[in-house]
């Protein structure tokens, strides 16, 4: 079973808002993180909590207690930095353009089979074209995507079981400007759009992925502010029902262990934090930490009775545990003066061994870096 994990989705500092579907990318990252826009530095050093560059981490996949891979952007270009079990260190990773790129999510199935999911833009598309990138064991490269017509079209999340299969999906700009949802799945060759529901025919964007095998795969995402469920069933993806709740809902990730235990989180403009669980039949929501400004951005699971979700809470980071019983909000890092700290993706193997990825900024937009986050088995450093 292929370990998954979710990525957050692109957000704006402050209050963790979600970028709108149809906004160019060079909007999106004017929105970003405010120092997003400086020069890419060394790391500092190489432990776990240390390390930093400028720029922001968008999401983060691990294999094992030896291997992860965090992604983002920097500076109008890719971001990607790995773990090998000692530390973390930059890698080199390509852009697809001489515009604006950036890495929004990220999944690996081996030392020599990853993929990074984004969007890249040029003169003739301004509003964004699919990026996806591939690890094979050797180097990052840029893959062949299928290109669109549309102003904006954005790859948010992605998530891989084999060699021979993974999914990519975000949103992509019909010929009257609206926003649908854009499903690509890989077969080993090549990368190839999949028919996909659209509820709002004006609003539905996806922002992740999580598959479990060939036949059974779960995205997210909202059709009008709305949370929004599709499942994979090996043949077509279909529409399944979702718990309402008050407020405008988006759901920003998901994750899953097996047929009967999946998890779907994200952000409720009335209540907070929003998470859904599936039981094998059936989508119920369940409570967990929940303020007007909280807001889970990705989720990671091992089994039934271990999975987290991370986000912001305000200004500060937010992590919360699920014990097979209930969520419980954990002290979380937040490890500079800067005034802003979020998170946007989280990932996990085991018990002991989970990773949340984010940034750091300034509400004045004096600076931004990376942020690393580390689960031990005791505590968050």
Same mark, same amino acid.
């Given at each position: 079973?292929? @370990?998954?994990?979710?990525?957050?989705?692109?957000?704006?500092?402050?209050?963790?808002?979600?970028?709108?579907?149809?906004?160019?990318? !060079?909007?999106?990252?004017?929105?970003?993180?405010?120092?997003?826009?400086?020069?890419?530095?060394?790391? $500092? !050093?190489? !432990?776990?909590?240390?390390?930093?560059?400028?720029?922001?981490?968008?999401?983060?996949?691990?294999?094992?207690? &030896?291997?992860?891979?965090?992604?983002? %952007?920097?500076?109008?270009?890719?971001?990607?930095?790995?773990?090998?079990?000692?530390?973390?260190?930059?890698?080199?990773?390509?852009?697809? &353009?001489?515009?604006?790129?950036?890495?929004?999510?990220?999944?690996?199935?081996? $030392?020599?089979?990853?993929?990074?999911?984004?969007?890249?833009?040029?003169?003739?598309?301004?509003?964004?074209?699919?990026?996806?990138?591939?690890?094979?064991?050797?180097?990052?490269?840029?893959?062949?995507?299928?290109?669109?017509?549309?102003?904006?079209?954005?790859?948010?999340?992605?998530?891989?079981?084999?060699?021979?299969?993974?999914?990519?999906? /975000?949103?992509?700009?019909? #010929?009257?400007?609206? #926003?649908?949802?854009?499903?690509?799945?890989?077969?080993?060759?090549?990368?190839?759009?999949?028919?996909?529901?659209?509820?709002?025919?004006?609003?539905?964007?996806?922002? #992740?992925?999580?598959?479990?095998?060939?036949?059974?795969?779960?995205?997210?995402?909202?059709?009008?502010?709305?949370?929004?469920?599709?499942?994979?069933?090996?043949?077509?993806?279909?529409?399944?029902?979702?718990?309402? #709740?008050? %407020?405008?809902?988006?759901?920003?990730?998901? $994750?899953?262990?097996?047929?009967?235990?999946?998890?779907?989180?994200?952000?409720?403009?009335?209540?907070?934090?929003?998470?859904?669980?599936?039981? /094998?039949?059936?989508?119920?929501?369940?409570?967990?930490?929940?303020?007007?400004?909280?807001?889970?951005?990705?989720?990671?699971?091992?089994?039934?009775?271990?999975?987290?979700?991370?986000?912001?809470?305000?200004?500060?980071?937010? @992590?919360?545990?699920?014990?097979?019983?209930?969520?419980?909000?954990?002290?979380?890092?937040?490890?500079?003066?800067?005034?802003?700290?979020?998170?946007?993706?989280?990932? $996990?193997?085991?018990?002991?061994?989970?990773?949340?990825?984010?940034?750091?900024?300034?509400?004045?937009? %004096?600076?931004?870096?990376?942020?690393?986050?580390?689960?031990?088995?005791?505590?968050?450093?």
């Amino acid at each position: 079973m292929a @370990i998954i994990s979710s990525r957050r989705r692109h957000r704006v500092p402050l209050w963790g808002a979600i970028v709108l579907a149809g906004t160019a990318l !060079a909007d999106m990252l004017s929105a970003a993180p405010a120092g997003a826009l400086a020069a890419t530095q060394p790391p $500092a !050093a190489s !432990a776990a909590t240390s390390f930093a560059v400028n720029g922001f981490f968008n999401g983060v996949t691990a294999t094992s207690a &030896s291997a992860a891979w965090a992604v983002g %952007g920097n500076n109008g270009n890719t971001l990607i930095a790995h773990w090998n079990g000692t530390g973390w260190k930059q890698v080199p990773s390509p852009n697809a &353009s001489d515009g604006a790129n950036v890495l929004f999510g990220v999944a690996a199935t081996s $030392a020599s089979n990853a993929w990074a999911a984004g969007t890249y833009t040029t003169n003739a598309s301004p509003g964004g074209e699919p990026l996806i990138e591939r690890w094979n064991g050797t180097k990052w490269q840029v893959a062949a995507t299928p290109r669109f017509s549309g102003l904006t079209n954005i790859l948010y999340g992605v998530a891989a079981t084999s060699a021979t299969n993974a999914w990519a999906v /975000g949103y992509l700009d019909n #010929s009257s400007s609206n #926003s649908q949802s854009l499903i690509l799945h890989w077969d080993g060759t090549t990368w190839k759009q999949v028919p996909s529901p659209d509820p709002s025919a004006q609003y539905t964007v996806l922002y #992740s992925v999580a598959a479990i095998s060939a036949t059974n795969a779960w995205a997210v995402g909202t059709a009008d502010f709305s949370p929004l469920i599709l499942h994979w069933n090996g043949t077509k993806w279909q529409q399944v029902p979702s718990p309402a #709740s008050p %407020g405008d809902d988006v759901l920003y990730g998901v $994750a899953a262990t097996s047929a009967t235990n999946a998890w779907a989180v994200g952000s409720d403009s009335v209540n907070g934090t929003l998470s859904f669980h599936w039981n /094998g039949t059936t989508w119920a929501q369940t409570p967990g930490p929940s303020a007007s400004l909280d807001s889970f951005s990705g989720v990671a699971a091992t089994s039934a009775t271990n999975a987290w979700a991370a986000g912001s809470a305000g200004n500060s980071t937010l @992590i919360a545990h699920w014990n097979g019983t209930a969520w419980k909000q954990v002290p979380s890092p937040n490890p500079t003066k800067e005034k802003v700290h979020a998170l946007n993706g989280v990932a $996990a193997t085991s018990a002991t061994n989970a990773w949340a990825v984010g940034y750091n900024s300034t509400l004045s937009g %004096g600076g931004q870096r990376t942020l690393i986050a580390h689960w031990n088995g005791t505590s968050w450093k």
